[in-house]
């Protein structure tokens, strides 16, 4: 597979790059898959409770909402920095795949749950109130017409947050949590190589478009 290169560059890949991009693949699938079960748990109560909800609710929405607010506030580097006691109490140590799974996702799902509201909320109103008057219950209306109909404005905030998870994890990698952007700064920038910081920039990039290509397969199919 690597014939081409040097006895260094081939050990380089098969102890570093590859062990290095299986962790980052890990870390955006984890994150994403609980961060958005999560966001959309907290999207549905926003959406139920807001003025112009099914059930309004002004105490439960100002005091969800704020604090959706406060986290999506937070840079990263710093939320990561604030939640290692409380990561190293729920997973048992602060580096690596586990550790950078919980800020990532409690960053992520304050993204994702706001990326999720405004796509149930451009959901037509009349289409809703029309339900309504037919007697359909709130949980149909719910995921029968509102989370269907929002379906693919949904799949492409998902998709963008998966993207920004990914760069998130190049930031956690300076913080000792493995991955790609791990490599880029410990053997990148640290050891001035710049051959592993454009290698490592290509890799993202790379994943970025495949990202963004199934993403795009996924809302024209759901569209």
């Known amino acids: ?19 290095a991009f299986s962790s980052t693949i890990q870390i955006v699938l984890i994150t994403t898959i609980l961060s958005t079960i999560l966001g959309f748990i907290i999207a549905v109560i926003l959406v139920i409770t807001n ?5 309004p609710n002004k105490f439960i929405y100002q005091v969800l909402s704020f604090v959706v607010n406060v ?3 937070f840079p990263f580097v710093i939320l990561m920095i604030f939640l290692l006691p409380f990561t190293k109490s729920l997973v048992g140590t602060s580096f690596g795949v586990k550790a950078a799974v919980v800020p990532l996702t409690v960053s992520a799902t ?4 706001r990326l999720i509201e405004s796509a149930m909320q451009e959901v037509d109103k009349d289409l809703i109130e029309a339900m309504q008057s037919f007697g359909i219950s709130d949980k149909h209306i719910i995921f ?4 269907s109909e929002a379906t693919p404005a949904i799949i492409s905030g998902v998709i963008i947050a998966t993207i920004a998870i990914l760069g998130s994890t190049a930031m956690a990698g300076t913080m000792g949590a ?8 410990t053997y990148g920038y640290q050891s001035f190589n710049k051959k592993v ?3 490592t ?10 990202i963004q290509t199934i993403g795009n397969w996924l809302y024209k199919k759901m569209k």
């Open 178 to 185: 493995g991955g790609i952007g791990s490599v880029a700064i």
């Open 1 to 19: 597979m690597f014939d081409f290169l040097s006895d260094y560059q081939k050990n380089f890949w098969k102890m570093i790059m590859i062990p």
């Open 51 to 55: 003025k112009d909800g099914l059930h």
């Open 110 to 113: 304050a993204f994702i749950a």
């Open 144 to 147: 029968g017409v509102i989370v």
């Open 201 to 210: 920039a290509f890799i993202l990039v790379i994943m970025v478009q495949g």
């Open 71 to 73: 986290v999506r506030s």
């Open 197 to 199: 910081m454009y290698m």
